[in-house]
């Protein structure tokens, strides 16, 4: 399944056109921009795709752990004049996987413990 999304340059030059309708934004968290209430369990920041042009995101829910600045992230939810209110936040990840140091030691120890056996 192909999921289609917009990039921050097509929402803004024409933004009339994505007012209320729900829509997909990919794109970069802005390096300094996010707000995090956990209070109130709300999230804002900026979403851009070259560090020159920025739409502001609002997203009410539990922040993802994977989320961070200059990560990649696609929101769904609408335009409400400058602002995008997400009703969804997807982060993207990276699909390398690395193992830490300590935990590969120890895994290996682990293993070698149970062939002495």
Same mark, same amino acid.
Do not use: C
């Given at each position: @399944? ?5 990039? #921050?340059?097509? +929402?803004?030059?024409? #933004? ?26 709300? !999230? ?11 739409? /502001? ?6 922040? /993802? ?8 992230? +696609?929101?769904?939810?609408? @335009? ?8 969804? !936040? ?28």
């Amino acid at each position: @399944m192909t999921v289609f999304f917009y990039t #921050p340059a097509e +929402v803004l030059a024409s #933004p009339d056109e994505f007012e209320n309708k729900t829509i997909r934004i990919g794109a970069l968290v802005q390096k300094d921009s996010v707000e995090w209430d956990a209070q109130a369990i709300e !999230l804002s920041f900026k979403i851009t795709e070259d560090s020159k042009i920025f739409i /502001p995101v609002f997203y009410a829910g539990v922040k /993802p752990d994977l989320f961070r600045e200059g990560q990649g992230v +696609v929101v769904e939810g609408k @335009m409400k004049g400058e602002l995008f209110v997400a009703g969804q !936040l997807l982060v993207k990840h990276s699909e390398e996987y690395t193992v830490e140091t300590d935990n590969k030691k120890s895994k290996e120890d682990y293993y070698r413990s149970i062939q002495a056996q």
